[in-house]
């Protein structure tokens, strides 16, 4: 029998998010990532096996995000123009961590990241920003192209590493305001989705309370 609510729902979760005063090599290859920088598997929580591995951590300069997916059998699908409907990793921050605010603030912020389909050939890595749906205020636009992405594709998966910059997220302050929301999803046309919290049907793309805390502490 599958649970109307998730088991997920029902917690507030919070962790420490890992510092690297060195911040990784973003080249695709997942070079020094270790378990320290792992996000939680929540999948057991509600009884379901993570497909991939997503690993995130921070430094002065801004976050840095990476994931691995294995497993496939079939071609990427990736279109930055239509990027939910295909294979991606999306990343949502809440620089103030307002845990009652149920629609998106400027603090709040959606990026997405694609292993395929930037570049001329569209064989590149791709990253950019969308706005959350029915948010009360939006985030300041930003320089897409200061997002720093890249890729590794096998014919059974991917790796992907990205870097954020502070410049990029609105009210990044580590030092008077170190707790932030962190959400991710991670989609793919094969596999299904995996992520922290909650799924579309509980509406992670609308209210910013349904996000994980994560601590900036060194």
């Known amino acids: 029998m599958t649970a109307l609510i998730p088991n997920r ?3 507030s979760f919070e962790w420490p998010l890992a510092y690297r005063a060195k911040a990784p090599t973003i080249d695709g290859r997942l070079t020094g ?3 320290a920088e792992l996000l939680p598997r929540m999948g057991d929580i509600d009884g379901t096996t993570d497909f991939g591995q997503v690993w995130a951590c921070w430094n002065e300069t801004g976050l840095f995000v990476a994931c691995r997916v294995s497993g496939k059998t079939k071609p990427l699908r990736c279109d930055p123009a ?3 409907q295909g294979d991606n990793l999306r990343l949502c921050t809440d620089m103030r961590d307002a845990r009652t605010v149920k629609r998106g603030t400027r603090f709040c912020q959606q990026f997405f990241f694609l292993p395929t389909g930037g570049g001329a050939d569209g064989r590149r890595a791709a990253a950019g920003t969308n706005k959350l749906q029915r948010a009360r205020d939006d985030a300041p636009a930003i320089d897409e192209n200061a997002i720093t ?5 096998r014919k059974t998966g991917y790796s992907l590493e990205a870097h954020v910059p502070a410049s990029c997220l609105n009210g990044f302050d580590p030092t008077e305001h170190p707790r932030i929301g962190l959400y ?3 989609e793919d046309t094969e596999l299904g989705q995996q992520y922290l919290t909650v799924g579309d049907d509980l509406y992670w793309h609308i209210d910013p309370s349904t996000w994980p805390t994560a601590v900036l502490a060194k």
């Open 9 to 11: 729902f029902l917690f």
């Open 33 to 35: 990532w270790t378990d």
């Open 82 to 84: 239509r990027f939910w």
């Open 149 to 153: 992405v890249a890729s590794r594709v």
């Open 184 to 186: 991710y999803i991670l």
